[in-house]
């Protein structure tokens, strides 16, 4: 099965692999509008089918992008679309959990991690693998673990997070990342 994400064609596994999302396109353009025409290091954590990090090594030349999933059938198909695209001697995946598997540090940090509530079911992610959507407790544990992850120094300064919670583009750079992690604490709160 095929879907379109960013003017891409992507490969999709329905119920294996999370299917990309309209919404998640705005992700990549905030990225993009880090990028410019510098030569970055960006890491694509949770990639699933791989369409965030290969739709901005297609915008984006210059990048080297290392995608990473814990979920075995998401790691060959974002191996796939990135071959598929071109783009697979810049597009590393790695099986593995967050940033663990990356190599060194990285300039920026892109990631559409699980982040809804066990407690909140919703019927039109049934068809969803339930790793993928959704997180214990509060949803934000991935995220937040993430965030300290790139505060503990793998994320370069002045380096950039750019996630999405909620079908919002949260952002901001090494200098404020608990700034970052107090703003989805808020949302969260007010949902």
Known sequence: METTFHGLEFLTAPGRV???RATTEQLVDAVLAHID???LRIADVGTGSGAIGVSIAVAAPQVEVFATDINPDAVSLARENAARH???DRVHVFQG???TPVPGHVDLVVANLPYLPEDEPRPELAGEPSEAVYAPGDGLGPLRQLL???EAGK????GFAVVQYRGDVLEADCQHLPELRERLAQH???V
């Open 97 to 99: 959990d967050l940033l």
């Open 155 to 158: 994320l370069a300064m002045p």
């Open 18 to 20: 999370f299917t990309p």
């Open 148 to 150: 300290q992850i790139c």
């Open 188 to 190: 969260a709160a007010a």
């Open 37 to 39: 025409s510098q030569r």
């Open 86 to 88: 071109g783009v697979g």
